[in-house]
């Protein structure tokens, strides 16, 4: 049966209302892609600019990712309730104003505390769009919803491949500044939210649930089965986001002496092949036999190498570029399973608990992401960078310093891994 046949047998639409609903989706998925690329390009692709115009130290700048990834996580908490109450096509006309505020108000920004407070709106605002997209994709393809959330995935993921060498080269090419950059991509995230608000008052809204938050509802989420699970899942996702947002670009750059462009492009592939793992990991598992397991041993086994390997180069001064690119690609692949950690995370806990644990989990992986964000840039500042052209420079203790305490972390969601055991698939089943 198609997916056109089984919405209308939900709520008989006409053809008309069907179109617009599907262009209200894919502006919907546009606004997704902005919240990657957000998330993404500060201050990671511009660290060394922000830190040359703002003069300040590295702590300073990772903070302005910090206070986007707080804000995101505890919003994560609220969002979720207010989407199963309101629906997503309420909640993201507000939430988007405070996203397309805070991106436009960023680059406009001259203190750290205007910076700071602009990142603040950002994060409330992308927190209300990725799990709005989730619950309109369900409603618009009930019947083949993982299909579509995998295209609006992948769209996402093109905005964090976005913020890195297509976002450097474009400043690097036109000759504008990152503030320029950052205002354009902020008005055309503007016109997007513009025309999803006027086409949403012509779309049929769902009726407002009765759902109400309260913090009980988390306490089936926080059951010790699924500790292990969350640490695993929580701690490789951060370390990969710590790279990918936050001091990947600045570490190639800095230590291994890769041109800006060329730590750009870098990040740009382990994004697409974060992306890859992502969207195929869910197919080789069902080709498995349902197999869960051996790919949560392969994210401890894999964020525990990719820290590693090149803590124990930096200890022999060793700067081979392709050695820190192959663990940054071999982070990619292995630490975003995350179809198959929610394919665990269904098959251990009852129907009426899953929306509190994807929350929860969803909570506690950026909670992470941002303390890894705060702690990164202290290591980098406990030994002094070198000043060259108004660049901080840090050298090989600050990097052994952060890349001591990650491999410290991917310790735990290693041994983490090896106490998450095979489902084959099986649902649970209440007693």
């Not at 990142?119 to 579509?148: D, H, M, N, Q, W």
């Not at 990969?240 to 570490?251: D, H, L, R």
């Amino acid at each position: 049966m198609s997916n056109h046949t089984i919405q209308n047998e939900q709520s008989p639409v006409s053809a008309g209302e069907r179109k617009r609903v599907l262009i209200l989706l894919f502006l919907a998925f546009f606004l997704y892609f902005f919240a990657n690329f957000q998330r993404t390009v500060i201050p990671g692709a511009i660290f060394s600019e922000l830190q040359k115009d703002l003069n300040t130290p590295a702590a300073s700048i990772t903070a302005l990712g910090a206070f986007f990834m707080y804000v995101y996580a505890v919003s994560q908490l609220f969002s979720g309730i207010l989407v199963d109450r309101y629906g997503g096509y309420r909640l993201m006309p507000f939430g988007g104003f405070l996203f397309c505020a805070g991106s436009i108000l960023f680059p406009l920004g001259s203190t750290l505390p205007m910076l700071y407070a602009s990142r603040v709106l950002t994060g409330i605002g992308a927190s209300t769009i990725y799990l709005s997209v989730v619950k309109e994709t369900k409603r618009a393809f009930p019947g083949s919803f993982g299909p579509a959330m995998g295209f609006a995935m992948l769209i996402g993921y093109a905005g964090s491949m976005a913020a890195n060498a297509p976002f450097v080269g474009l400043i690097r090419h036109t000759g504008t500044d990152w503030k320029n950059a950052l205002f354009f991509a902020g008005m055309i995230l503007l016109g997007i939210w513009i025309i999803f608000l006027v086409l949403r008052f012509t779309v049929k809204m769902p009726e407002v649930t009765k759902s109400l938050f309260s913090f009980r509802a988390f306490v089936p989420a926080v059951k010790k089965h699924n500790w292990p699970l969350y640490l695993l899942s929580s701690i490789s996702f951060a370390i990969f986001y710590c790279f990918q947002t936050v001091t990947g670009k600045k570490f190639l750059e800095d230590y291994c002496h890769i041109s800006v462009l060329a730590a750009g492009w870098i990040l740009t592939i382990t994004g697409a092949l974060s992306a890859f793992a992502s969207f195929f990991s869910p197919i080789l598992s069902k080709l498995s036999g349902n197999k869960r397991r051996p790919f949560m041993l392969a994210m401890g086994c894999g964020s525990l190498l990719a820290t590693l390997i090149p803590l124990f180069a930096l200890f022999f001064h060793i700067s081979a570029p392709w050695l820190f690119t192959g663990a940054l690609f071999l982070l990619a692949l292995t630490a975003n399973m995350t179809p198959v950690f929610l394919a665990i995370l269904s098959e251990t806990n009852p129907d009426r608990t899953l929306g509190a644990c994807t929350s929860f989990s969803n909570f506690l992986a950026y909670m992470l992401v941002a303390l890894l964000g705060t702690f990164a840039g202290i290591l980098m500042d406990l030994f002094p960078p070198q000043i060259m052209e108004g660049v901080r420079i840090y050298g090989r203790n600050s990097y052994i310093a952060v890349y001591l305490f990650l491999t410290l972390l991917a310790s735990i969601a290693f041994f983490c891994s090896l106490k998450v055991e095979e489902t084959n698939g099986k649902e649970f089943i209440e007693e």
